[in-house]
């Protein structure tokens, strides 16, 4: 029966991607900021929420993957969990490409991350950038407000301006890398 082989083949898709991976990138945790607007994008149906971790060039290889997850979520909850996860992993294997960043699967939450990290986090959320720089060298401070304030600035955008969207991501990854002590920024502007 055509349904059974499907439904064996997603089971055994699942077993394959859930498989616990070493730790990394912050954009690669199950806790980070590219899989929770993945997961905004599954829910809300607008890829747009992903859309804006992807560079152009990527573009044309996530939107059908979104599509087809979303056709699959609608089989059931075992389809929908395989669905998402597939979806997921590609969005943060795209966007780790444009990055010029190696991928090896997206991490589980608690995944512990650098201070400067948690620390970054929470600045972004609150607006308050002093307990980073508390961690962060005195050298190293100005440059560092400068992207903070940058990407704090590009935050607020329509989710269907995806030149907005992804401008305010470059800014953000280029304040994320500052704070984790890359002195360039690696990451391609979107």
Request: aromatic share 8%.
């Amino acid at each position: 029966m055509p349904t059974s082989i499907f439904l064996s083949t997603l089971l055994l898709f699942a077993l394959l991607v859930l498989v616990p991976r070493r730790a990394s990138a912050h954009c690669d945790t199950e806790d980070g900021p590219a899989v929770s607007d993945g997961r905004k994008a599954l829910q809300t149906g607008n890829v747009n929420h992903a859309l804006k971790w992807i560079l152009p060039a990527g573009e044309a290889e996530l939107r059908p993957i979104f599509d087809k997850a979303v056709k699959v979520r609608a089989l059931g909850a075992l389809a929908a969990e395989v669905a998402d996860r597939y979806f997921l992993e590609n969005l943060v294997r795209i966007h780790r490409a444009g990055e010029g960043a190696s991928y090896d699967g997206i991490k589980p939450t608690g995944t512990a991350l650098a201070p400067e990290v948690v620390a970054a986090d929470k600045a972004m959320e609150t607006g308050n950038l002093e307990p980073l720089m508390a961690l962060i060298p005195a050298d190293k401070q100005s440059e560092l407000r400068l992207r903070f304030d940058k990407a704090r600035g590009l935050k607020q955008f329509d989710v269907n301006d995806l030149a907005a969207g992804r401008a305010y991501i470059a800014a953000y990854v280029s304040f994320y890398k500052y704070a984790e002590g890359e002195e360039h920024d690696h990451h391609h502007h979107h």
